[in-house]
């Protein structure tokens, strides 16, 4: 049974940082691609960042660029989403999901094979 499970979502001021984590089972890790997306209310879920655990292998939507950092831990089966300089905007169900590797990540949740449950992220101003 495949299960991806994120934690560390909360509250955080406008600047402050939160660290999330997806810890995923019943699948081999190193050959799945792991990203993050996020989701509010009445709108799609986008595409935040991504990692191959290839050299190289991140991809980031370009609202986050330079705040926010991928990395993976293939010993550990977990994917890490360090969030820095967190804006009001940044605030969202945060997911991540899994699909086969590519040579680039996939950026659309429709390519997505499995999903986590989401974790709330919040950033007062």
């Known amino acids: 049974q495949v299960q991806l499970v994120e934690s560390g979502g909360g509250l955080a001021q406008t600047g402050g940082s939160l660290r999330l984590a997806c810890a995923v089972s019943?699948?081999?890790?190193?050959?799945?691609?792991v990203g993050w997306f996020r989701q509010t209310p009445k709108k799609a879920r986008d595409f935040v960042a991504a990692?191959?655990?290839?050299?190289?292998?991140?991809s980031y939507a370009d609202s986050v660029k330079g705040r926010f950092t991928i990395s993976r831990d293939n010993a550990a089966k977990t994917v890490y989403l360090q969030m820095n300089s967190l804006k009001p905007e940044d605030t969202a169900v945060y997911y991540c999901?899994?699909?086969?590797?590519?040579?680039?990540?996939?950026?659309?949740?429709?390519?997505?094979?499995?999903w986590g449950q989401g974790t709330q992220v919040t950033v007062s101003s």
């Open positions: 990692a191959s655990g290839s050299v190289g292998g991140e």
């Open positions: 999901g899994s699909h086969k590797w590519a040579y680039r990540p996939r950026t659309e949740a429709r390519s997505y094979d499995y």
């Open positions: 019943g699948l081999p890790f190193e050959t799945y691609i």
